[in-house]
C-alpha cells in the first residue's frame, strides 16, 4: 500500500477520532455540566422557597413580638379586661395583622384570648387547634412558655397547616417576668404558597404528605425539574412536602448551543481535512512519491548516473540532494570496491604462493652456498689425486662445481624476485564499521554445528557499550572463528559435554590511539604455563596430530600482527580454562595495510 492512501486514510482515521473524542466530550462533560446547573439552579430554588417561607415566618414573629410587649396586652393577661379585646381584637386589626388567628396564652397554657377568621370571607374558621380554648398538655412551646422564650413552626389543623409565632408577654419595656405569650397564625392555603413562591422567584407549590421525611429529592422529567422537601411541625414530624418546579431551559438551550457548535465543528472538520489531504498531497505525497520511483529505479537498475536535480530547498529537497550524492559516493565507491577486491583477491593468492616459495627457497640457497664453500675449500691434491685416478671423475667435479655456481646465482636472484613479489604483493584490507555482538553472531555461522552444540559463547554487556567501532572485519571474524573452534575442543578434552566461552570487550586508550580489547575466556582443559608462548609457534599443538596441524593459532597470530595488534594467551594452569587476549587497533573507515606474515 502507498503511502499516498495510507496518509489519507490516517489523517481521516484521526479526524474520525476527533469526531468520537468531540461527541465523548459534548455526552460525558458539556451536557452533564447543563445538567448539573440546571440541577443547581432548581436546589437553589428551593432555598429561595425556604428562605421565604422563614421570612415570612420572622414577619409573623415579628407581628408577635410588637403585640407581646405591649403594655395593654400585659395588663390584660392580668386583669381580662374585655375593652381591650373590643378595642383592638378586630377583623379589621386581623386582616392589617393578616394572620387566621390570635391568641393570649397564660403561663398556665390557657388561653385568655382566642381570635380566629377567614381573611377572605371575614368569616370564623372553626379551628380545632383554638377551640381547645388551651395548649395541649405535651405542646413543645410549654417550655419556651414557662421561660419566656419565643418560638415559630407549624401545627397541622383542621383547615389545613397553620404557621405559627409565638413571642413572650412582657411589660412594655422588655422586661418581665412574663405572664404568659402572644400567638399569631396565618394557614399555609394555596394563595399563601402561591405569594412565598413570587417572593422567591419560583414556582412552588404543596403536595401531600409522604409517611417518610423527604430531605431534599430531585426528580427530572423531559421539560421540568422538580425538587421536593418535607418541613416538620413543632413535634419534629413531617408535615408538609413542598415541590419546586424548574423548566429545563439550561439544558434545552445547552442542547441547542452543543448541536449547532457540533454541526460547525463537523463542517470545519470536513473542510480542514480536505485542505490538509490537499496539501500534503502537493508539498508532501507528490515530492515523496517522485523520490521513491527513483530510488526504486535506482535499486532495479545498475544505472548510478540518473540523478533526482530536486530544486526545492524544503526537507524532502535536501534528502533528494543528499541521494544524489549518495548515489554517486556509491557508484564511486563501488568501482574503487571492484578495483581493491581483484587486486586483494590476486595479491592474496600471490603473497601465500610466493611466501612458501621464498621459505622453501631459502634453506635450498643455503645449502647450495655451503656445498660451494666446501666444494671451493677441497684440497687441490685430492682434485689432482682423482684427476690423475680418474680423467673422468675430474670431469664431472668440474662440471658439478660449475652446475653449483650457476643454482646459487639463480638461487639468489629468484630471492631477489621473490622479495620484490612480496612487497608488491602487500593489500589493504577494508576496515568496516561493526557491532561486537553482530560479530560475533556473524562468526558463529562458519563455526561447524558441532562445535556450536560443545559450546555456548556469552557475550559480555561491554560488547554493548564498546558501540560501533572500525575493524577489518573479515579479519577478525576468521580469527574469532579459530579462537570458538579451540574452545569448543578444550571444553571436549576437559571431558565436558558443554562449555561456556565468556566474550567480553574495551576500548584501551594507549600512546599510538585506541585500541580495541578482546578478551575470550573458556573453561576448557586449561594451557600448561610453559606452552602459554609456544601456542602461537607454527607446528606446535597440544592436539591430536591427525586433527591437528598447528597452524591455527600460528595463523591468527600472524593476522592479528599483521593488523598492528598482538595477540596473547593466558591461562591458571591444566583443568581451569584459558583466556585468549586480542589488541587490534582502531581505525577509521579507511585501509589498514596487510602485509603476509612469516
Known amino acids: 500500500m502507498n503511502i499516498r492512501p495510507k496518509v489519507t486514510a490516517l489523517v481521516a482515521v484521526l479526524f474520525v477520532i476527533l469526531g468520537v473524542a468531540e461527541i465523548l466530550v459534548v455526552k460525558r462533560i458539556l451536557l452533564p455540566s447543563f445538567v448539573e446547573l440546571e440541577r443547581a439552579d432548581a436546589h437553589i430554588a428551593m432555598r429561595r422557597i425556604r428562605n421565604a417561607l422563614d421570612l415570612t415566618t420572622d414577619r409573623l414573629a415579628l407581628s408577635a413580638t410588637d403585640w407581646g410587649n405591649w403594655a395593654d396586652t400585659y395588663r390584660f393577661v392580668q386583669d381580662h379586661n374585655q375593652a381591650f379585646v373590643a378595642d383592638n381584637i378586630t377583623k379589621v386589626a386581623l386582616k392589617e395583622l393578616d394572620v387566621n388567628a390570635m391568641m393570649v396564652v397564660d403561663r398556665d397554657g390557657n388561653f385568655v384570648l382566642a381570635s380566629e377568621l377567614d381573611l377572605k370571607s371575614e368569616q370564623p374558621l372553626d379551628l380545632d387547634f383554638v377551640a381547645r380554648k388551651r395548649l395541649p398538655a405535651d405542646f413543645p412551646w410549654r417550655a419556651n412558655l414557662r421561660d419566656g422564650l419565643p418560638a415559630k413552626g407549624f401545627v397541622q389543623t383542621n383547615r389545613g397547616i397553620l404557621m405559627m409565632a409565638a413571642a413572650p408577654i412582657l411589660d412594655g419595656n422588655g422586661q418581665g417576668p412574663a405572664r404568659g405569650m402572644v400567638v399569631m397564625g396565618r394557614l399555609l392555603a394555596a394563595p399563601e404558597i402561591a405569594r412565598i413562591g413570587a417572593q422567591a422567584q419560583a414556582q412552588v407549590s404543596m403536595v401531600a404528605q409522604r409517611s417518610e421525611r423527604v430531605p431534599e429529592q430531585l426528580v427530572e422529567s423531559d421539560s421540568v425539574t422538580h425538587v421536593y422537601r418535607s418541613l416538620d411541625d413543632v413535634y419534629g414530624q413531617p408535615i408538609m412536602t413542598l415541590r419546586v418546579d424548574v423548566p429545563r431551559q439550561i439544558t434545552l438551550r445547552g442542547y441547542s448551543a452543543v448541536t449547532y457548535a457540533s454541526a460547525y465543528s463537523l463542517v470545519a472538520a470536513v473542510v480542514v481535512l480536505i485542505l490538509l489531504v490537499v496539501i500534503l498531497n502537493r508539498v508532501v505525497l507528490t515530492p515523496l512519491a517522485r523520490v521513491t520511483r527513483h530510488a526504486v529505479a535506482i535499486g532495479a537498475g545498475e544505472d548510478l548516473t540518473r540523478r533526482l536535480n530536486f530544486n526545492s530547498k524544503d526537507e524532502i529537497g535536501v534528502l533528494a540532494h543528499e541521494f544524489d550524492g549518495m548515489v554517486a559516493r556509491v557508484a564511486e565507491s563501488r568501482r574503487q570496491v571492484v578495483d581493491q577486491s581483484f587486486q586483494a583477491g590476486f595479491a592474496e593468492l600471490a603473497k601465500g604462493v610466493l611466501h612458501n616459495l621464498g621459505n622453501a627457497m631459502t634453506p635450498i640457497g643455503v645449502r647450495l652456498s655451503r656445498l660451494r664453500d666446501r666444494l671451493r675449500a677441497a684440497p687441490t691434491e685430492i682434485e689432482e689425486f682423482v684427476r690423475m685416478a ?123 590511539g585506541e585500541q580495541l580489547h578482546l578478551h575470550c575466556k573458556d573453561d576448557g582443559i586449561g594451557i600448561a604455563a610453559n606452552n602459554l608462548e609456544r601456542v602461537f609457534e607454527k607446528g606446535f599443538s597440544t592436539k591430536s596430530k591427525v586433527t591437528n596441524y598447528g597452524i591455527g593459532l600460528h595463523w591468527c597470530a600472524n593476522a592479528i600482527g599483521a593488523l598492528g595488534g598482538r595477540l596473547w594467551a593466558a591461562s591458571e594452569g591444566p583443568g581451569r580454562g584459558a583466556s585468549m587476549h586480542l589488541m587490534v587497533p582502531l581505525g577509521s573507515r579507511q585501509s589498514v595495510s596487510i602485509a603476509g606474515a612469516a
Open 390 to 512: 680418474c680423467s673422468e671423475l675430474a670431469l664431472a667435479v668440474k662440471a658439478a662445481e660449475i652446475d653449483v655456481a650457476v643454482m646459487s646465482r639463480q638461487t639468489a636472484i629468484v630471492q631477489a624476485a621473490l622479495t620484490e613479489q612480496l612487497q608488491a604483493a602487500r593489500n589493504e584490507h577494508v576496515i568496516e564499521s561493526v557491532r561486537l555482538p553482530e560479530l560475533i553472531a556473524q562468526s558463529l555461522e562458519i563455526v561447524p554445528e558441532s562445535c556450536r552444540q560443545r559450546l555456548m559463547v556469552a557475550t559480555d554487556d561491554s560488547l554493548k557499550r564498546v558501540g560501533v567501532v572500525n575493524v577489518a572485519r573479515t579479519v577478525l571474524r576468521l580469527i574469532l572463528q579459530n579462537l570458538i573452534i579451540n574452545a569448543a575442543d578444550a571444553v571436549r578434552e576437559a571431558g565436558k559435554d558443554k562449555g561456556v566461552l565468556h566474550v567480553a570487550a574495551e576500548i584501551v586508550h594507549e600512546a599510538n
